[in-house]
């Protein structure tokens, strides 16, 4: 643990002597840097304070200002060959103008004036001689650029007036919405009291249910004890009070014969006395019946 604590303390250190290092160079590199700029005016480099931060944004501006120096010193001779080029075209064409008669001395104000406009058309188009086959190209290329802004134009002017619709259009939604608004916050005061009313009513049902669920925990247990089942249910008792009523339907004509026999006596020859009875009482009763049926018969007309 003791060598962890060592060599990160280390690390810390050769961190902390390198990045010191780094600023020293830096903050030499920055006065170099301004001195030779200041050298070049004649003047000496002001005090400053500087910082770890101020050091590291002079840094990088002397390094930005280091390359672009350089690149300006690899094209600056091609550019002053450049120009010594031009100045002696243009020395060899100001004498061949002199000796044939058209020098700037021999021309007259509105014919300097002229070549000067078609000087300034010339650059202003961009083209490098007065040639006519060079205005005639610029000129095209003018009217392909002017096409091309006609058309940007129309485009923008399609595209501002859509804009402008739906402008409008959301002009009239957010109009639509703030009435909106305005008629929710009016009614807003009226609803506060039924809301008011709910929230009673929803603290009430709660309540209701928290002894709802205790009433029915407590049934659960009174019907465990009893011995209820998941099988003991209203649709099964339904089911078995139906199936009763069919075997109360299948079994009364069954009863109904046995209830016809509980009259006999339950020894055979006294059994056999009674149906001898009760043919003898069959007897006489048709007996009667024809008896009075005769003499219903044989009775005059009235």
Not at 72 to 87: F, G, M, S
Not at 94 to 104: F, K, N, P
């Amino acid at each position: 643990m003791e060598s962890m604590e060592t060599l990160m303390a280390s690390l810390d250190s050769h961190s902390s002597t390198s990045s010191a290092a780094s600023d020293a160079a830096r903050l030499v590199e920055v006065q170099s840097w301004l001195s030779s700029l200041f050298d070049q005016v004649n003047r000496q480099v002001p005090d400053l304070t500087l910082t770890p931060a101020s050091i590291k944004h002079l840094h990088s501006l002397a390094s930005l200002s280091q390359s672009r120096s350089r690149a300006a010193a690899i094209v600056a001779p091609d550019l002053r060959q450049k120009a010594a080029e031009y100045r002696a075209e243009a020395a060899r064409i100001r004498e061949i103008l002199s000796s044939a008669g058209l020098g700037r001395e021999h021309l007259s104000p509105s014919a300097m004036s002229s070549a000067q406009a078609v000087a300034e058309v010339a650059n202003l188009v961009g083209i490098r001689d007065t040639e006519t086959s060079s205005f005639v190209v610029a000129n095209a290329d003018l009217v392909l650029r002017k096409t091309e802004v006609a058309e940007k134009r129309i485009n923008v002017q399609r595209e501002s007036k859509m804009l402008l619709e739906y402008t409008r259009k959301a002009i009239t939604k957010l109009a639509e919405l703030k009435k909106l608004l305005s008629k929710f916050e009016n009614e807003a005061a009226l609803h506060e009291e039924q809301m008011y009313r709910w929230q009673k009513n929803l603290a009430m049902l709660d309540e209701k249910e928290r002894q709802y669920n205790s009433q029915l925990g407590n049934y659960k247990a009174l019907l465990n004890r009893a011995g209820y089942t998941s099988d003991i249910n209203h649709g099964v008792l339904m089911q078995m009070a139906e199936d009763k009523k069919d075997y109360e339907k299948k079994t009364k004509p069954i009863l109904d014969t046995l209830r016809s026999y509980q009259d006999l006596p339950p020894d055979k020859t006294l059994a056999a006395l009674a149906i001898e009875d009760k043919k003898r009482q069959y007897a006489a009763a048709e007996k009667y019946l024809e008896d009075v049926l005769g003499l219903c018969l044989n009775a005059p007309p009235l």
